[in-house]
């Protein structure tokens, strides 16, 4: 059974830094595209951030370039996303999510098969 446990989200100030982290289970990890999407309330589920097996490749969404950086640590099976000079308009539910058995990048919702439970990130102004 494939889980993904999301850490890290909390309360910042604007201009602040929250480090995310995802630890991965029941799947072959080091084979696994991985990304990060978040939802605020009343919007849709939005793309973040996608990395590909190794850690290798990466692409972000134009809103968080620059300020976000996705990696990976296979030997621990962990996606991390450190998020630097937050605003407000990044306050939303994020979620890790996985390809597993595909390895390479993605930028929509549906290419992601598994899914974690999601953490609440609050940017206050």
């Known amino acids: 059974q494939v889980q993904l446990v999301e850490s890290g989200g909390g309360l910042v100030q604007a201009g602040g830094s929250l480090r995310l982290s995802c630890a991965a289970s029941?799947?072959?990890?080091?084979?696994?595209?991985m990304g990060w999407f978040r939802q605020a309330p009343g919007k849709e589920r939005e793309f973040v951030a996608t990395i590909n097996w190794s850690g290798g490749i990466t692409d972000y969404a134009d809103s968080v370039k620059g300020r976000f950086t996705i990696s990976r640590d296979n030997a621990k099976r962990r996606v991390s996303l450190q998020m630097n000079s937050l605003k407000p308009e990044d306050t939303a539910v994020y979620y890790c999510?996985?390809?597993?058995?595909?390895?390479?990048?993605?930028?929509?919702?549906?290419?992601?098969?598994?899914w974690g439970q999601g953490t609440q990130v609050t940017v206050s102004s």
């Open positions: 029941g799947l072959t990890f080091n084979t696994a595209g």
């Open positions: 999510a996985a390809r597993y058995p595909e390895a390479g990048l993605a930028y929509g919702s549906a290419e992601y098969r598994y």
